[in-house]
């Protein structure tokens, strides 16, 4: 349990600032453009750094990466709460982001090692079904968990809290973590250290770009990602195997996530902003209205592995895609049963379905000594997906009351992935397993 509380912080962070965002705004004072910054320096830390992170892990050990992310997580999440200015505030956030991508993958790799497959419990211990079946619930819950303590926590105790409150989480864990998990030896390996360092600059300029208009960002950028592709193909310890996007679906399955996460972080920006400063909600209102929406995310995830796998994908981005053009048509002088309640079911019944489904095609028919790779590159898709989707979204809608502009291109960005999937990731997955490259 005290790896899954860790896994249950690194997904608060991100749904808990969202609610606290107007708060954080005027108790700042930042302009449209910082104001995506603090949500988009952790996800893009995050996501750039997931892969390395891993490879850290391999190197280093496993509970050592643990407790030192853990560790960067909780001392950055302080300096949040304590930031006296927004660039404090956004290079605290970048900071979170980078604890994250330690200790998530570590994280998760030290849960594989406790419950190897096929062992049986000792004394009522768990399988390691049973282990992932909690590691994803309690996923899930972070998520659900963070709308609600967002919005109780800026309404009594002001923005700070929703950073504070992860400290003495991350600590019981890391404190937990040391006591109960034992030493793991290093198992090797190399970093390619410039292709991270490419792919982290290249990532940051093209954010930038998008969000201050500057188009030579946009331009070093594009050489630096491609510079980090070439490097790729000629290194012996890529970061990105370019074996693995030949393998199955995969490549495919990652350009549908990467849309897929710009519509997530996107979605999760705008609503709370339409709902307080469009709508007039309190912070706490707006985040009990979101919980309709976070649950539905949880049920849908849950049940998306008993759907079929062309229809459950194609119906799911289908409802988000409805979903979206109705919050795009919200009035602003709505209310939650008539405006927001059908297209939040919508939306989260989608998303819920669409992770799990992309996030499963991402992984098929690849080899069992590349999985831990496929699902970290899947998980750094989505992130990255984000951080570019955001800066997109705020350049194009500037201020709240641009919410239409906003929800109109995610459900548009939602179509093109609606299209991507149907036309690249509908065939049978043993025709993928017979033919891996």
Do not use: C
Request: proline share 5%; net charge positive.
């Amino acid at each position: 349990m005290a790896l899954a509380t860790a896994q249950f912080v690194v997904v608060l962070s991100t749904s808990i600032v969202n609610v606290a965002l107007p708060a954080v705004s005027g108790g700042l004072g930042l302009s449209s453009g910082a104001l995506s910054w603090v949500v988009n320096a952790y996800v893009l830390a995050f996501g750039a750094l997931l892969l390395p992170g891993g490879r850290f892990a391999d190197l280093f050990g496993r509970r050592r990466m643990f407790v030192a992310g853990t560790t960067v997580f909780a001392l950055a999440s302080l300096a949040a709460g304590l930031a006296p200015n927004a660039g404090a505030l956004i290079a605290a956030r970048a900071a979170q982001g980078v604890g994250a991508a330690l200790l998530a993958p570590a994280a998760l790799a030290l849960v594989l090692l406790i419950f190897p497959p096929g062992a049986k419990p000792q004394g009522g211990g768990l399988t390691r079904g049973a282990a992932l079946g909690v590691w994803g619930a309690v996923s899930g819950a972070g998520g659900a968990a963070g709308v609600i303590l967002g919005g109780v926590l800026t309404e009594w105790y002001g923005w700070r809290a929703v950073f504070l409150v992860v400290v003495p989480i991350a600590v019981t864990s890391l404190g937990a973590t040391l006591l109960l998990v034992p030493a793991d030896r290093p198992t090797g390996g190399g970093l390619d250290l410039v292709g991270t360092i490419a792919s982290t600059a290249g990532l940051t300029a093209l954010v930038y770009a998008l969000t201050a208009g500057q188009p030579l960002a946009a331009v070093a950028g594009l050489a630096l990602l491609s510079a980090f592709a070439d490097r790729q193909r000629r290194t012996t310890t890529p970061l990105v195997p370019p074996r693995l996007l030949r393998t199955g679906r995969v490549a495919a399955a990652n350009l549908a996530m990467t849309l897929l996460g710009a519509v997530w972080v996107g979605l999760f920006y705008f609503l709370p902003l339409y709902q307080q400063q469009v709508l007039g909600y309190s912070a706490l209102a707006a985040g009990l209205t979101q919980l309709p929406l976070a649950l539905t995310v949880v049920v849908a995830s849950t049940l998306a592995p008993r759907l079929p796998d062309r229809a459950g994908l194609g119906a799911a981005l289908a409802a988000l895609t409805l979903g979206l053009t109705l919050l795009a048509l919200a009035r602003t002088d709505g209310t939650f049963a008539v405006d927001l309640l059908g297209p939040s079911v919508l939306v989260g019944a989608g998303l819920g379905v669409a992770f799990v489904r992309l996030t499963t095609l991402a992984t098929d028919g690849v080899p069992a000594a590349d999985s831990g790779l496929a699902g970290g590159l899947v998980n750094t898709t989505r992130q990255t997906g984000g951080a570019l989707g955001l800066a997109l979204l705020t350049a194009l809608a500037p201020t709240a009351g641009d919410h239409r502009t906003a929800f109109v291109t995610t459900a548009l960005i939602a179509l093109l992935t609606t299209a991507v999937a149907l036309t690249t990731l509908t065939g049978s997955t043993d025709r993928t397993r017979r033919n891996p490259s």
